[in-house]
């Protein structure tokens, strides 16, 4: 039988989750590359696997505008991708959830005051870039797609009332894209 990757191959990709167990276990790898033409990290693109709190905090050249970013976690997914030439979706950048709670707060200290709207707007935008650059230099034309902002509407149809929303506004998505 044909796969679904060549099933459909004409219409759109067909991708799956994966994290360094999958891609580096006895059969998951193969049913990868059989089935599927794009992949998405489960976890370790996620900003509390990637922003770096040490780092940012020892960080004394950008004033509390820039988070340090460490994907030594991802590296191997990222490579078995390459490597099978298989697509990456990426996700996610803004999220209410897995989103450290200390990059909201002034220098940094969730028992402080939030930052305001126009540190955390910088801080967005340093943010998405350096992962962006981080991509573009390291895995150029890798990656198809982005999840620029998940789950921003909560269960009763409104938006979340979360830290991106709190300190930024209810225009953090339109910032987000921008």
């Known amino acids: 039988y044909p796969s679904l990757r060549e099933t459909y191959s004409d219409y759109f990709d067909i991708g799956v989750a994966v994290n360094p167990a999958t ?46 970013l460490d994907f030594s976690k991802v590296s191997s997914e990222l490579d078995f991708a390459v490597a099978n030439n298989l697509k990456v979706r990426g996700h996610t950048l803004i999220w209410h959830s897995q989103t450290p709670e200390w990059i909201f707060y002034e220098n940094f200290d969730p028992e402080g005051e939030l930052a305001s709207r126009e540190l955390m707007l910088t801080r967005m935008e340093n943010y998405i870039h350096d992962v962006f650059t981080f991509a573009d230099t390291n895995y150029p034309g890798l990656f198809y797609a982005w999840d620029i902002v998940n789950e921003a509407v909560d269960d009763s149809g409104g938006l979340r009332n979360s830290l991106w929303r709190q300190t930024i506004g209810d225009d953090y998505i339109e910032q987000a894209f921008a």
């Open 23 to 68: 891609v580096s276990g006895e059969y998951y790898p193969d049913l990868i590359c059989r089935q599927f033409s794009s992949i998405t990290n489960e976890n370790n693109l996620k900003p509390d696997t990637i922003i770096d709190k040490n780092a940012t905090l020892s960080d004394t050249e950008n004033n509390g505008t820039r988070l340090v």
